[in-house]
Structure formats: structure tokens, C-alpha cells
């Protein structure tokens, strides 16, 4: 957990997975919420970050010309302190060479492991924080700046451009950051009633909110839902106003996504938060073929829809 007030300070080591079975007390309960803050730091930055490719590399837009965008964006839904210092970073200008700061960086993103640590104690919950995982992926990804070079030789992909207004890429970004911030407190949840924890979710948006990187007004939001605990199976995804919220946005991250890989752009984030939200939004899904094909090769059983009869058995096993 980061940011430039008093007691912001982050959790620098992992809980483990057999450590995050043990009981724990208060104190875990506070390192694992700062945790899974930088975690959700993490997916918060790359969304950003692929917004902004998406108009860097494929509108061709100089970073002066994308600065008054993000600001823009920080006057509304997306208010927040990593809007805020986005729009100031494309807006700044390398006092060695008079062209915009961005160029002279190194595209090789640092990760000092919350992030990862998120991932792991998601799986280890059986939660899965794509978002965050995604934007992990992508970290270690911009590292192998030689392999990179080299698939950009050998494969021959080049990125071409992306017509999208920039209304899409605001409502894509806001239904990305809901999706994130969704799984986040999902894995909070998780961990809570495993310790028993009885960690006040509406609390912790408001402490977020107070003082960190991820600040934004979406926070005051998550802490209104959970307030009014009108969370239909305890998701805040599904709250009423954030429902209202991707009912509106999702059709912007589905043109974003779409366009993006047409034009060989990567959304890591971007896709991942579009297939949870599809995911979460079809009663049946595709999971049928897989406990068949569990059953197949291993005799692991399945559920019968018609009957709710278990530890069932389909023809092949005789």
C-alpha cells in the first residue's frame, strides 16, 4: 500500500498459502488487505497503461495531446489519484532531449511482488483475480524487452489502428477498474470467512479512500454497497449501482477489446476483466465438457442438472 500520507506504508513479504491457513489475527487480517491494495494497484495501473497505448500506438497521439484526456477523465467517474498523475507524467517534458518524458523511459515495468503475492493467495482462497493476474502477466512481460524484439522480428505482428472514440475508452476503463476493484474485495471476502476475520469491507474502502495510490471516487461508492448490503450473493459487481455502471460500460470494453486485438494491440487487463464479466453473466457455461472429460480419464464424478444427484458416472466408464 502506498501514497504520500502518514502510515501508507506497504506490506513487503508474502503470505504464503500454508501460512494463510493458519489462524490468523487482526495483524494478518491488516497485511492482507494491504496486499490485495497493491494488487489492485497493479491492475489499475495497467488498465491505464493500456488505454493509453491504445491511443499512443494506435491513434498515433503524442503524450502532450493525451494529457488534457486523462484529465478530463479525472473530473468524473474516473477521479483518482492514478488519473491524476497519469494525465501529469504524458503532460511532462525530458529536460535533456525537449520531446515528452515517456519517450526516454525504459518500457520495462518493476514489480516489487505484491502484486504476485495477490495472485497466489487468490488461488490459494480458489478465488481468481484475473485482473490482477493479467496485469502481473503483463509486468513480468515488458521485462524480456530481448524477447520481445525478437518476436516483433520473427513473427512479423505489427499494430495497426484503432478506431474507437474516446468515450469507449473512458467507459472501457471504468468497467475494467470496477471489475478489479470487485475481485479485490472478493478475495478479501474470502479470506475473511476462512480466519474469520469479520473484516468491514465498507471500512476498508473508506481507509483506501483516505489516503493510498488506488484512491479514487469509485471508493466511496464501494463503501456506499456495502453499507446498504444490497449485494445479491454477497457481489459488489452486482450491487445495483455498479450493475447500472457495467450495464452502460460494458459494450464500450467489449468494442475496446475487440478492437484492440483486431489491430494487434495487447489488453491483457482489458480482456481479462471483459471474461469474468461474460463469465459472471451466463447461467451455463461450458464447465459441463470438463467435468466430463474429468470423468473420463480419472472417474472424478459429476453433478446431474436433472436429478442434483452426485458422484455420478457418464457411459464411458461401463
Given at each position: 500500500?502506498?501514497?504520500?500520507?502518514?502510515?501508507?506504508?506497504?506490506?513487503?513479504?508474502p503470505l504464503r498459502g500454508r501460512a494463510l491457513r493458519r489462524p490468523a489475527g487482526a495483524g494478518r487480517a491488516g497485511h492482507?488487505?494491504?496486499?490485495?491494495?497493491?494488487?489492485?494497484?497493479?491492475?489499475?495501473?495497467?488498465?491505464?497503461?493500456e488505454?493509453?497505448?491504445?491511443?499512443?500506438?494506435?491513434?498515433?497521439r503524442a503524450p502532450a495531446d493525451l494529457a488534457p484526456v486523462f484529465a478530463r477523465w479525472n473530473e468524473g467517474r474516473l477521479r483518482s489519484y492514478l488519473v491524476e498523475i497519469t494525465a501529469a507524467v504524458l503532460a511532462a517534458t525530458d529536460p535533456l532531449t525537449g520531446g515528452p518524458v515517456l519517450d526516454?523511459?525504459?518500457?520495462?515495468?518493476?514489480?516489487?511482488?505484491?502484486?504476485?503475492?495477490?495472485?497466489?493467495?487468490?488461488?490459494?482462497?480458489?478465488?481468481?483475480?484475473?485482473?490482477?493476474?493479467?496485469?502481473?502477466?503483463?509486468?513480468?512481460?515488458s521485462s524480456e524487452i530481448a524477447v520481445r524484439a525478437a518476436g516483433e522480428s520473427i513473427l512479423a505482428t505489427r499494430r495497426s489502428a484503432v478506431d474507437l472514440p474516446d468515450t469507449?475508452?473512458?467507459?472501457?476503463?471504468?468497467?475494467?477498474?470496477?471489475?478489479?476493484?470487485?475481485?479485490?474485495?472478493?478475495?478479501?471476502?474470502?479470506?475473511?470467512?476462512?480466519?474469520?476475520?469479520?473484516?468491514?469491507?465498507?471500512?476498508?474502502?473508506?481507509t483506501w479512500r483516505a489516503g493510498c495510490i488506488i484512491?479514487?471516487?469509485l471508493l466511496a461508492d464501494i463503501a456506499a454497497a456495502f453499507r446498504s448490503g444490497d449485494l445479491p450473493e454477497g457481489q459488489l459487481f452486482l450491487s445495483p449501482a455498479f450493475a447500472a455502471d457495467l450495464r452502460a460500460t460494458l459494450p464500450a470494453l467489449r468494442r475496446t477489446v475487440a478492437a484492440a486485438a483486431l489491430a494487434g494491440h495487447p489488453v491483457p487487463a482489458h480482456s481479462a476483466a471483459l471474461a469474468f464479466a461474460d463469465?459472471?453473466?451466463?447461467?451455463?457455461?461450458?464447465?459441463?465438457?470438463?467435468?466430463?472429460?474429468?470423468d473420463y480419464f480419472g472417474r472424478h464424478g459429476f453433478v446431474r442438472r436433472d436429478t442434483g444427484a452426485a458422484h455420478q458416472h457418464g457411459p464411458w466408464a461401463g
Open positions: 500500500m502506498g501514497g504520500s500520507r502518514p502510515g501508507s506504508r506497504g506490506h513487503r513479504g492482507f488487505v494491504k496486499t490485495v491494495h497493491n494488487g489492485i494497484e497493479y491492475a489499475d495501473m495497467q488498465l491505464i497503461a488505454a493509453y497505448g491504445l491511443m499512443r500506438h494506435g491513434q498515433g526516454v523511459i525504459l518500457d520495462s515495468a518493476g514489480q516489487k511482488g505484491t502484486g504476485r503475492w495477490t495472485a497466489v493467495e487468490a488461488l490459494a482462497l480458489g478465488q481468481s483475480a484475473s485482473t490482477i493476474e493479467a496485469a502481473v502477466g503483463a509486468r513480468s512481460w469507449d475508452l473512458e467507459g472501457a476503463l471504468l468497467a475494467g477498474r470496477i471489475i478489479a476493484y470487485a475481485q479485490g474485495f472478493r478475495l478479501l471476502q474470502a479470506a475473511s470467512d476462512l480466519h474469520g476475520w469479520g473484516t468491514d469491507m465498507a471500512r476498508v474502502a473508506e484512491r479514487s471516487a463469465t459472471m453473466a451466463q447461467s451455463r457455461g461450458t464447465a459441463d465438457l470438463i467435468q466430463a472429460q474429468r
